[in-house]
């Protein structure tokens, strides 16, 4: 009996003890080689000149990665507020520092079609030409959800009125922002009846169609009736929830046509914190399913975490208090939880980006002002300067994982091994600048064929 209590008593001292702003670095183990075996390939560029040049000689030739085609991205969720003004241009520059993929939050509570706000049609307009002259590809958040919808559609009281409501709500988006290839379609389909959720028209909704099973089924048929050539995700908050799972098994038993997989990892509270065996596992178990998986929310703060979700409600009822006497409430960045931010989000991108089924990893917020829930869950401080993180995915996605060649070439072909992705590229022959792009990716079976 002294034995076990002494036992317990060290156990508990240990837990109680652990400094949750030190991060352990992870293994690891063949992380790096992974990724050289399925983001890289062979490439062989012929180059096919019009001026008359038979052969290059004595010539040099530069190629640098432009964009990845990996997705690594950013949630503009925050974006709004900003836009516009200097902060928000400054916001995008920062962004083009480092990212290549933009979410951009259309709820129905902001795109309400009775709303007519010219603000947010411009906005979207905006980023979205924004987008395209910056070679951002982006995704929409989501078609629907049973939240952040306007009041009118939360209170309908015509559930079979509602049911044409809501397609021609998923249609015009699809068909208002063609520029939009990727769209969370349902988000969190598992969560309608969840404790936390009040119930809605829309829960009502799924009730009629028979529960949350039929009712998914029918939303992704008809989203492929509307445009069977996008790239529709399943995202959700908790992928450890084995009815998320269970869902996606279903969704391909039915031979619905979604290509992704979402999966969520907001970090605010230490029980959330996901370790390197949770993480890959957690990939491995969904990988099964031959489904593309794309991190679609994450989130690691440098504000000190809370233990657990009961812990963190207590502040945030606090906090929404605090709000609505006109006050404001974040959590402080700290110096030691930067570090931790950098070091954690080093090995979480580095694991993830190693495995092959993975193929996006989208992070929440990028600035702390105005961060979900006012954790300091962004790259970025308040004023835009770079925390320790910001500065770590840089040196990853720009030099660590990129490929840049600048060497002398005697021949009209040329082969290297690059990360996919985008390129730019010239030869110099003759003293005269060839320039050219290729796009490199593992369909490319044959030479890619530069005319110059």
């Known amino acids: 009996m002294k034995i076990n209590y002494l036992l317990f008593l060290f156990i ?11 991060h352990t670095p992870w293994e690891l183990d063949g992380a790096d080689e992974r990724i050289e075996k ?41 974006l709004r507020r900003f836009w516009g003004q200097d902060y928000g241009n400054l916001y995008l520059e920062r962004f083009k520092e480092v990212f290549n993929y933009a979410t951009i939050g259309m709820y129905w509570q902001l795109t309400d079609e009775r709303s007519n706000s010219k603000f947010i049609d411009n906005y979207y307009k905006g980023i979205l030409e924004w987008a395209k002259i910056n070679d951002i590809r982006v995704k929409g958040h989501p078609l629907m959800w049973h939240e952040a919808m306007p009041n009118w559609v939360r209170n309908y009281k ?14 015009r988006l699809i068909e208002s922002y063609p520029q939009i290839n990727d769209w969370d379609v349902y ?16 829960t009502e909704w799924i009730k009629q169609k028979g529960g949350i099973y039929p009712t998914m089924v029918e939303i992704y048929e008809f989203v492929n009736s509307v445009n069977p050539n996008k ?31 979402g999966m969520q990892a907001h970090m605010q509270s230490n029980d959330n914190v996901m370790s390197e065996e949770q993480l890959w596992n957690q990939i491995e178990d969904y990988a099964v399913l031959g489904k593309n998986i794309q991190f679609t929310e994450i989130t690691v703060t440098s504000s ?40 954690y989000l080093k090995d979480f991108y580095t694991l993830a980006f190693s495995h092959p089924s993975v193929t996006s990893i989208t992070f929440w917020n990028m600035t702390d002002q105005n961060a979900w829930r006012g954790h300091a869950g962004g790259l970025l401080f308040k004023d ?27 021949s009209n072909t ?9 390129y730019q590229g010239k030869v110099i022959v003759n003293n005269k600048d060839y320039k050219f792009e290729f796009y490199h990716s593992k369909s490319n079976k044959d030479s890619i064929k530069i005319y110059l």
């Open 187 to 202: 988000n969190e389909p598992i969560g309608p009846f969840k404790p936390h959720i009040p119930p809605s028209s829309i």
């Open 231 to 261: 790239n529709y995700s399943n995202n959700h908050y908790h992928a450890k929830d084995p009815e998320f799972f269970k869902i996606n098994e279903f969704f391909i038993e039915k031979n619905l046509n979604y290509s992704s997989i």
């Open 12 to 22: 508990s001292l240990f837990v109680f003890s652990q400094d949750h702003s030190k």
């Open 414 to 422: 040329f082969n290297f091994n690059g990360f996919y992705g985008k």
């Open 384 to 410: 835009l300067k770079p925390k320790k993180a910001f500065n770590t995915l840089k040196f990853l996605i720009n030099e660590k994982w990129t490929t840049k060649i600048n060497q002398n070439i005697n």
């Open 158 to 171: 015509n559930i079979d009125e509602l049911d044409g409501i809501i397609k021609a709500h998923m249609k």
């Open 38 to 78: 399925n983001r890289k390939g062979d490439v062989v560029l012929e180059f096919i000149f019009e001026d008359k040049i038979n052969k290059i000689s004595n010539s040099s030739i530069e190629i640098d990665l432009k964009n990845h085609d990996f997705k690594f991205g950013v949630s503009f969720t925050q």
């Open 304 to 343: 000190e975490r809370f233990k657990n979700w009961k812990d963190h409600q207590v502040f945030l009822a606090k906090r929404d208090e605090v709000i609505s006497n006109g006050g404001e409430l974040d959590l402080e960045s700290k110096p030691e939880y930067e570090e931790y931010q950098s070091n």
